[in-house]
């Protein structure tokens, strides 16, 4: 007998999420899976007031804090992308004399206490997409699903059997085929300098301070194992201009496709 199939698709996370799943329960697989997506959201959303990251944003340097799984494990990324991308990779969000002045990440770690270190606030919006998509496939997997796929604007991933042909759209033209990627249990992100692919509410930052702005049409889209590396790895590209970069390897991940300007 075959499996039933469930494709769905809701308004999140800034974007439209497209989830299917393959499973005698694919019905209850989607809909935990779309709850998953909001609750990521919820978690870590910069632009609603209630949110885990806005409260860390408004702690006090010194401030210990008891973190959400979800929440620990983007700012755990963000911080060790940060170091390792000589802060191409920057999250942190005030006026650019401040950040200068104190580079240090917003944030350190004591185990699984989050411990606020400056007064930097942090917009989390070009990774944490990526997470929520991840999440999603972890829900889907508990539900032996045999094959599901998560689509949040262009950053998806699959899990399961019949590894799937994405599609990569040229950033200097929608309408062109720039490359075809094949996913076999992998994930896929997009970004371009203007923030399409790359938001969850709020476009990211790709550049430090002392980096020029990156060109308004450039694109990168990186293949790796999970969606929020592919995703916060498309920004690294995007501001080093550097399609070898040694946090591509150290992930497991690669360019599928830079498109400078």
């Known amino acids: 007998m075959e499996a039933a199939v469930c494709r769905r698709a809701r308004p999140l996370l800034g974007t439209l999420v497209d989830v299917q ?3 005698p329960d694919a019905d209850a697989a989607v809909a935990a899976a779309f709850d998953e997506i909001a609750a ?8 609603a007031h209630d949110s885990e990251l806005q409260a860390i944003n408004r702690a006090t340097p010194g401030t210990r804090l008891q973190v959400d799984p979800r929440t620990l494990a983007v700012l755990r990324l963000a911080a060790m992308l940060y170091a390792g991308s000589a802060r191409a990779f920057d999250c942190r969000v005030g006026s650019p004399q401040a950040l200068l002045a104190d580079a240090r990440f917003p944030v350190g770690f004591d185990g699984d206490i989050v411990i606020k270190q400056t007064h930097a606030s942090m917009d989390l919006g070009g990774i944490a997409k990526g997470h929520a998509v991840d999440c999603a496939i972890e829900v889907l997997r ?3 699903t045999e094959r599901a796929v998560v689509n949040a604007g262009g ?3 699959h899990h399961g059997a019949r590894p799937m042909t994405v599609q990569v759209r040229d950033p200097r033209n929608a309408a062109r085929v720039a490359a075809s990627v094949v996913l076999d249990n992998a994930a896929l992100a997009s970004s371009t300098a203007g923030g399409l692919g790359a938001r969850m509410e709020s ?5 430090d301070a002392e980096r020029a702005p990156v060109p308004a049409l ?3 889209t990186v293949h790796a194992p999970t969606c929020m590396l592919a995703d916060a790895l498309t920004k690294v590209v995007l501001a080093t201009g550097d399609v070898a ?5 150290r992930y497991g991940a690669a360019v599928a496709l830079y498109s400078p300007t």
């Open 142 to 144: 508990g539900f032996a």
């Open 218 to 220: 450039a694109g990168a």
């Open 245 to 249: 970069h040694p946090l591509l390897a």
């Open 155 to 157: 950053d998806l991933r």
């Open 40 to 47: 990521v959201h919820a978690l870590l959303s910069f632009h």
């Open 21 to 23: 799943a393959e499973g």
């Open 203 to 207: 476009a990211s930052r790709i550049h």
